[in-house]
């Protein structure tokens, strides 16, 4: 479920992550309010300023009322706009009336960017199917934002438009003035029409939100709200046309390693693309890439994974954030899921799936590629008529080889990566009114293996499908969704056998009974439900239940992201809200919840609660705390392959706080402390962040990390003896991780900025206590474990450990020593110039550097020298594209 309260930014209560427009009319019920559109009959130039004879000719608009804080109440400060349009576009001014314009906010950053300034955003139903909505922001320094609403309460913020606006202070408070091209908007062809209609004021230095048409804090609907402008008539929508070509250059320095036969220390980086966007019809548009360049994307940040489960990274490329919300299909309850779902855009371009070394275990040297190359890819989306809403998207990429050398100095290229085609089909019917939805999803991956010798390690095909829907009843309070998938796969029995090894399946555990390993099977076939009924909408008493059902064959990673199946989960929840605003407190929200789980056999996995409180003060701090609680666990997983493992019970508590957003200077701090008495397991973790407003065009941002703890159970290896007996070897695990993340902001002009962003990360784990597993099942503690004592262990000089498991003469089992000291820093800044509306050139200068070692000890000096004497790579790029609209 999605609060409405993800909707504030920086400032007290800024919905920029989803706002509106609005035209008004005297207060009324949410959606209720209606506004008249004028034919333009004069000049309207976008200067900040209404004088023009085209405004006068428009009737003004007010009748705001408070979203925040004091819902419902008329606004402490005015607001009026008027609404013109012609052939070409849609005309927007705002009057915001201000008793104290000297205190008007306007702070200068690069555009999209959200800030403590005051705010107009004027949203745009132009399907007025009340679930998709175009928003378009301005502040009082004339910086723009826009976004993307679509499922009537999510936001694509990467959704960008190319139109004008300008704004203006003077001694009755400021104006904003839009003009939007129709060629932006989607809209049917018919000759009377009604658009939806949302406007938000946000004032900075009071943290006060008002509205055009009601919009309450209480639900989460945001596009089903908006009010209608009336009289949008005889308007053609066309076929647009967009063209962006783009070229690079520039040069990588590489440190090279003695006798690297691959590597140059200093190469070339020439390229050129072109992205294409067409209007297939009035509602519906194609947009394709041609060797797409994403070098001014900042770098992931730095992480340590011992876990078997893979890193979820978010998706930062251009291409695949922007308009590709129609495809998104989420397999979340209650949070981000992890970044689960049937579609993860990050699949497309990955790195590949092997090494030369994994292809040529001969080799010496080896060169890899970092990613895979994007032949192409092409998207169609938009409405089709009746309250459709369709898409499809489809990409290419290459055959990507490695170099390698053996050691007898012969050199060849050897396939790490097949060439593969990815596709995804998306339709949704809207009922109800928006009301009511009906989704459907298809996913394919396909993988030319002939030739290569990657058939044992991936699939040649793999497939997913859902169907989801969701439904809204009671007066909007309540609502009820859900999401039936499935998947399939099909490759060599060697590549289903690896699936089904993998940590999200385990179908080798020698106590799942349940599941059926197969050394032969060719495809493996699986599905999943998510379900959910609640009051989610109810002003003060929430309420809602779900659940979530995988079954132990569900693969979606061919395209997708999933970290398990084998899985069946009940859960219920229950909050609390006020948000009348006192003397002490704005608001302030309770929320708890009780879940059970288990696999299919079915055996209970475990079960557990929450509770946390939030709460913002009148002074626009906020707080929050909570606390979790897990109890009766069992983990199939601990031991990747083994038994599994009877968990010790284990506490969570949080405790956050954060101070005025509105300020030149605001900070926020997150502690969150876990524990498992039984096994004295136990990690903290902090983080902060330090905003500093030092100019109103210089931000700077600290975010300081530190995650310190013990884990008397940290997996090391699965070995075998002489006698092919299992051996799973643990070992206490002290690990310190600390990062300090710097981001800043200098911006010349709404056009003109510069952003620097910087990462050093470090991170250490030492080993003692080494153990395999003995009786997992065990109640003692201590029975679960058998320690090794010291008369059993022995070390090489390569730090190579050696384990006598038996008491007898010799060593059974060997492994390397897992004691780790991993430092590394990222960095990348960027200029951007959008030297025309749409067209932009950017300097991007990246930089990273790392270093490592295995003694597992935290010594911050230390590492920070290391750090500073290791050798870095630079790439050094200019980028430059135009802009072409027909």
């Known amino acids: 479920m999605v609060s409405p309260s993800v909707l504030r930014c920086a400032g007290p209560s800024l919905a920029l992550l989803t706002a509106l427009v609005a035209v008004a009319a005297p207060a009324h019920g949410a959606g209720d309010v209606h506004t008249q559109a004028s034919r333009r009959v004069g000049d309207v130039t976008i200067d900040g300023v209404l004088d023009d004879a085209g405004w006068q000719a428009a009737t003004p608009t007010r009748g705001f009322v408070q979203r925040f804080p004091d819902e419902g109440k008329p606004p402490t400060e005015d607001t009026e706009f008027r609404v013109v349009y012609d052939d070409e576009a849609l005309y927007v001014g705002v009057r915001a009336f201000d008793d104290h314009p000297d205190q008007i906010r306007g702070l200068l950053t690069r555009r999209d960017q959200q800030s403590a300034s005051d705010w107009i955003l004027v949203g745009v139903d132009s399907y007025h199917d009340r679930r998709t909505a175009f928003v378009f922001g301005l502040n009082p320094v004339g910086v723009q934002l826009d976004r993307l609403l679509f499922n009537d309460h999510e936001a694509d913020d ?15 408070g400021w104006v904003a003035e839009l003009r939007i091209p129709l060629s932006q908007l989607r809209f049917s062809g018919h000759e009377h029409q009604q658009w939806g209609l949302q406007l938000v004021r946000s004032v900075a230095r009071t943290g006060e939100e008002s509205t055009w048409s009601p919009w309450p804090r209480s639900g989460d609907q945001i596009v089903s709200v908006f009010g209608t402008l009336d009289d949008v008539d005889d308007v053609t929508p066309g076929r647009r046309v967009e063209i962006l070509p783009y070229m690079t250059a520039g040069v990588a320095a590489t440190p090279v390693d003695e006798g690297d036969p691959f590597t140059h220390d200093v190469a070339p980086r020439l390229g050129a693309g072109l992205d294409v966007r067409y209007g297939l019809t009035s509602s519906l548009t194609l947009t394709g890439t041609i060797n797409p360049d994403f070098g001014q994307v900042e770098a992931d940040p730095s992480q340590v994974n011992l876990s078997a489960q893979e890193l979820f990274f978010a998706e930062k490329r251009p291409f695949f954030l922007e308009g590709t919300d129609i495809f998104r299909y989420g397999l979340a309850q209650g949070g981000d899921g992890g970044g689960e779902g049937l579609f993860y855009s990050r699949r497309i371009g990955a790195a590949p799936h092997a090494y030369g070394s994994d292809v040529d275990p001969d080799a010496e040297w080896e060169a890899n590629p970092i990613g895979t190359t994007i032949y192409g890819a092409a998207k169609v989306g938009g409405k089709v008529g009746r309250g459709w809403t369709v898409g499809a998207l489809e990409a290419v990429t290459a055959e990507e080889t490695a170099r390698v050398q053996d050691p007898g100095g012969a050199k060849r290229r050897v396939i790490v990566e097949p060439l593969t085609n990815y596709a995804v089909l998306r339709a949704l019917k809207d009922l109800r009114g928006g009301k009511s939805q009906l989704n459907a999803i298809v996913t394919a991956t396909n993988r030319r293996l002939d030739g290569t010798d990657l058939a044992g390690l991936l699939h040649d095909q793999g497939y997913a499908a859902g169907l989801d829907g969701t439904h809204r009843f009671g007066h909007d309070q309540w609502s009820t969704s859900f999401k039936a998938y499935g998947s399939y796969v099909h490759g060599t029995a060697d590549a289903i056998l690896a699936d089904k090894h993998e940590i999200r399946h385990l179908f080798q555990r020698p106590d799942a009974t349940h599941l059926h390993l197969d050394p032969g099977a060719t495809s493996m076939s699986g599905a999943g439900l998510l379900w959910d009924v609640g009051r989610w909408n109810h002003p003060r008493l929430p309420f809602g239940v779900g659940g979530d059902v995988r079954s132990p064959g569900l693969e979606l990673n061919d395209l997708g992201f999933q970290h398990g199946g084998d899985t069946i989960s009940q859960w219920v929840w229950a909050g609390y809200r006020d948000n009348r605003p006192g003397d002490v407190l704005l608001e302030w929200s309770l929320e708890s919840n009780v879940w059970v789980f288990s696999d299919f056999e079915p055996r209970i996995g475990g079960y557990g609660g929450n509770t946390n409180v939030n709460a913002t003060f009148a002074n626009y701090w906020h707080a929050g705390a909570g606390i979790n609680v897990d109890l009766g666990r069992w983990n199939p997983g601990l031991l990747r392959g083994g038994p599994r493992y009877h968990a010790e019970d284990g506490r969570n508590g949080w405790i956050s706080v954060g101070t005025d957003g509105r300020k030149a200077v605001s900070a926020n701090l997150n502690v969150n402390y876990g524990w498992r008495p039984i096994s004295d397991s ?28 013990y884990e008397d159970h940290q997996y090391v290896d699965e070995l075998a003896d002489a006698a092919d007996r299992s051996h799973y070897v643990f070992a206490r695990l002290h690990q310190v991780i600390a990062a300090l993340t710097l981001r800043t902001s200098w911006t010349f002009t709404p056009e003109l900025s510069v952003q620097l962003y910087a990462q050093p990360f470090i991170a250490t784990g030492g080993y003692t206590e080494y153990k395999e597993a003995a009786d997992t099942y ?8 058998r320690v090794y004592g010291a008369d059993q262990l022995m070390t090489d000089a390569d730090g190579n450990i050696y384990v006598d498991t038996d008491g007898a003469a010799g060593a059974d089992i060997a492994f390397g020593r897992p004691d780790f000291d991993f430092r590394e820093l990222r960095s990348t800044l960027v200029a951007r110039w959008e030297y025309r509306p749409g067209s932009t050139v950017f300097f991007i200068w990246s930089h990273g550097r790392s270093s490592d070692d295995d003694s597992g000890d935290f010594r911050l000096g230390h590492d920070l020298r290391a750090l500073a004497d290791a050798r870095g790579e630079n790439l050094v790029m200019v980028k430059a594209n135009f802009w072409v609209g027909i």
Request: charged content about 20%; cysteine-free; glycine content about 6%.
């Open 778 to 785: 065990a109640d003692a503690y201590d029975d679960r474990w």
């Open 158 to 172: 990467s959704w960008d438009a190319v139109w004008s606006g300008a704004a203006s202070v003077d001694d009755q």
């Open 682 to 709: 136990w990690n903290s973790n902090v983080n902060a962040s330090l905003d500093i407003q030092a100019r109103s065009n210089v931000d700077v941002s600290l975010g300081p990390s530190l995650s310190y703890g």
